[in-house]
């Protein structure tokens, strides 16, 4: 697995480190250390159009997972990690048939006072599933859940060893 950390890189920076690191645009993994700092999800949200468009895939897919990259970054930040921790945020790209498998991953310190483990973000999701289902909030009310649920085959919540949570995504696309 690539290893880079980006706290004090660039965007251009980092693309430059994918086109002369990675051989197989369609099959790599790369581990993305970065500053708990909003800063940094404009570099990753770079980097993931930057690999959607070297794999052909464009619109719509390109900037939902440009909106995903967003949304697991910016929560990581805000919800789980004191400012300038390090997260690392995972990206893994493999190829199978004409089956492009994607999977998304951060991994957040764990230090804010109210950070929630795996077990409580599961239940907090059932709930607002709940919610939902009870009232249509209207297009204002968004969330990770609601957001990334409908665009993604799996969203999962793990607990790291090191109490860190995961939060991660996995879709399948198919390529034309």
């Known amino acids: 697995m690539l ?50 468009e070297k794999n052909w ?39 199978i048939g004409n089956i492009l498998y ?5 991994h957040d310190t764990w230090k804010w006072a109210f950070a929630k483990n795996s077990l409580q973000m599961e239940n907090i999701r059932k709930q607002k599933m709940l919610e939902t289902q009870q009232v249509y909030l209207g297009k204002r009310w968004r969330w990770l859940f609601q957001l990334v649920t409908n665009i993604v085959d799996e969203l999962y919540f793990k607990d790291k060893e090191t109490w860190w949570l995961i939060v991660g995504v996995n879709k399948k696309l198919e390529l034309s």
Do not use: G, H
Not at 75 to 92: C, G, V
Not at 102 to 106: A, G, R, T, W, Y
């Open 3 to 52: 290893n880079i950390d980006i706290s004090n890189l660039e965007s251009q920076d980092l693309i430059d480190f994918i086109e002369n690191n990675v051989e197989d645009i369609k099959n790599f993994e790369l581990s993305i250390q970065y500053k708990a700092d909003y800063s940094q999800s404009r570099l990753i949200r770079n980097l993931i159009l930057f690999l959607f």
């Open 57 to 95: 895939i464009d619109v719509p897919w390109k900037n939902r997972f440009s909106l995903i990259s967003d949304e697991l970054v910016n929560n990581s930040i805000e919800y789980w990690s004191l400012p300038l921790d390090k997260n690392t945020f995972l990206i893994r790209f493999s190829i």
């Open 102 to 106: 994607i999977n998304l991953e951060v």
